[in-house]
């Protein structure tokens, strides 16, 4: 097949392309480069098969052109990261949303298949009663510095089932955590690369809040099978949760990577208005149901925390 893959240049994006490359398909990668890097695609950038265009996803015309000679279109390409989430809200929706039209409206010409990426944060928080206006817990205006970056993709997936019923075969998958080699501290602050660079340093681990809030971090292999799985057939008009299904605390988390590092680093405790501003509440977890995933995709998680960490932190 002749595949795009916007956001190729990015973390997620850039070991897609190279297992797309190694099962044969051709690929363009389209990428502004805005966070990700030419050099994550190492291998695919010398590739027969592989061609980059540097442009951006928010420009229509850009994107009708390359889909028009696709047969699929993996959407990556986003403004994502909390820190972004706070301080470019605009351009996040911008970006996020424009972009995600831009690939459904052109697929749709054309009946390419497209496969794009949710995210967990579309399930939100779980909700507390009574409802208060200017509550951080609502997908709306007022939590803007917070939800934004969800609510675009929640838009998103709406969008691409109304394309659906239009008869696009499109699949929505919903990442949890991906982390692994190939993940830099710089591009928005995952918290894995953090972690592995303040331990390889010896410096202090920030954990942000009490550090009992819990997330199942995927190893990028897993995730990036889950992902080329959903370009089958049996997956259109559906979602799927891809991630692991072992949830692990942010503290724990922590105490993880300072052992497998041999590290002298302390771990010392961040309040969220200290890191990201007044009023930043966080999911307290996030644990997907793979029920779906492993019937249809047939998607099961391989690589365990440890064993992940541990291929992570030999890359640094
Ligand atoms: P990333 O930032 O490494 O990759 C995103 C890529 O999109 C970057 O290379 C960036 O330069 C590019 N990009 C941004 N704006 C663009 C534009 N206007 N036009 C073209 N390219 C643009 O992030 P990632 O972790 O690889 O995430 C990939 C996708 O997966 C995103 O859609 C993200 O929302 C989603 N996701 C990731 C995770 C995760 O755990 N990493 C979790 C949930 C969802």
Same mark, same amino acid.
């Given at each position: 097949?002749?595949?795009?893959? !916007?956001?190729? *240049?990015?973390?997620?994006?850039? &070991? ?15 990428? #502004? ?5 030419? +050099? ?7 590739? $027969? ?5 540097? #442009?951006?996803?928010? /420009?229509?015309?850009?994107?009708r ?12 390409? *986003? ?14 929706m911008?970006?996020?949303? /424009? ?7 052109a697929? &749709? ?7 794009l990426?949710? !995210? ?24 803007? &510095?917070?939800?934004c ?6 838009? #998103? +997936? ?10 696009l ?14 993940? !830099? ?16 340093? $010896? +410096?202090?681990?920030e ?11 995927t190893?990028?292999?897993? !995730? ?13 008009? @559906? ?6 299904? &072992? ?10 990577i ?15 208005? *200290? ?9 307290? *977890?996030?644990?997907?149901?793979l ?14 925390? +440890?064993?992940? @960490? ?7």
């Amino acid at each position: 097949m002749k595949i795009l893959v !916007t956001g190729g *240049a990015g973390f997620i994006g850039s &070991h897609l392309v190279n297992r797309l490359l190694q099962i044969g398909h051709k690929v363009l990668t389209l990428d #502004d480069l805005s966070n990700g890097k030419l +050099e994550y695609l190492d291998r695919a950038l010398t590739h $027969n098969n592989h061609t980059f265009v540097h #442009d951006t996803a928010a /420009d229509r015309d850009t994107v009708r052109k390359l889909v028009e000679n696709c047969d699929a279109v993996f959407h990556l390409a *986003a403004v994502l990261g909390v820190k972004n989430t706070v301080e470019n809200p605009l351009k996040l929706m911008e970006v996020n949303i /424009d972009g995600t039209r831009n690939v459904l409206e052109a697929a &749709h010409k054309v009946r390419a298949k497209v496969v794009l990426a949710s !995210t967990s944060e579309i399930y939100g928080k779980n909700e507390k009663l009574p409802f208060k206006e200017d509550s951080d817990r609502v997908l709306g205006a007022p939590s803007i &510095h917070r939800w934004c970056y969800s609510t675009a993709k929640a838009i #998103d +997936e709406h969008f691409a089932f109304a394309y659906a019923e239009k008869g696009l075969p499109v699949t929505v998958v919903r990442y949890f955590n991906a982390y692994g080699p190939g993940q !830099t501290s710089s591009q928005y602050g995952g918290v894995v690369p953090r972690f592995i660079r303040a331990a390889l340093n $010896n +410096e202090p681990i920030e954990v942000y809040g009490d550090g009992t809030q819990s997330r199942c971090f995927t190893y990028i292999q897993d !995730t990036v099978s889950g992902t080329v799985a959903a370009l089958g057939p049996r997956a259109n008009g @559906l979602a799927f949760n891809i991630g692991s299904d &072992h949830p692990i605390t942010i503290r724990d988390l922590a105490a993880t990577i300072r052992q497998l590092t041999g590290s002298s680093s302390p771990i010392v405790y961040v309040p969220y208005d *200290a890191a990201y501003g007044p009023g930043y509440e966080d999911m307290r *977890a996030r644990i997907p149901d793979l029920t779906r995933s492993k019937s249809v995709l047939g998607y099961k998680p391989t690589i365990s925390l +440890e064993e992940g @960490l541990r291929r992570s932190i030999e890359w640094y």
